[in-house]
């Protein structure tokens, strides 16, 4: 069973930094599009940031110029680098990948972990 284990997240002051990872498990041979997305309660869940395997990105309007988005592609691997940090950025952080390729030759699709809790305080 191959599953998505996001770290990194914790408590930080408004205008600090914090660093997301996102690692799988499992025989996996790649992963293609891999994301960041948030949900704080009694909101919906939204889109963060995406990475293709290129290295093209795309970002919320609400964390352009504040977050960075990377990936190791041998590591199947997906980072979240997250600065200036408002209190607005408090939510649960979950990653995403749209297509898992496994060493097997099937494929899972809309792939997501269990979330990593960022909470910023004032």
């Known amino acids: 069973q191959v599953q998505l284990v996001e770290s990194g997240g914790g408590l930080v002051q408004a205008g600090g930094s914090l660093s997301l990872s996102c690692a799988p498990s499992?025989?996996?041979?790649?992963?293609?599009?891999m994301g960041w997305y948030r949900q704080a309660p009694g909101k919906q869940r939204e889109l963060v940031a995406t990475?293709?395997?290129?290295?093209?990105?795309d970002y919320a309007d609400s964390v352009k110029g504040r977050f960075t988005i990377s990936r190791d592609n041998a590591k199947n691997t997906a980072y979240l680098q997250m600065n200036s940090l408002k209190l607005e950025d408090t939510a649960r952080y979950y990653c995403?990948?749209?297509?898992?390729?496994?060493?097997?030759?099937?494929?899972?699709?809309?792939?997501w972990g269990q979330g990593t809790q960022v909470t910023v305080s004032s």
């Open positions: 995403n990948a749209d297509r898992v390729y496994l060493s097997s030759g099937n494929s899972i699709r809309d792939l």
């Open positions: 499992g025989s996996i041979f790649s992963i293609n599009v």
């Open positions: 990475i293709t395997r290129g290295g093209r990105t």
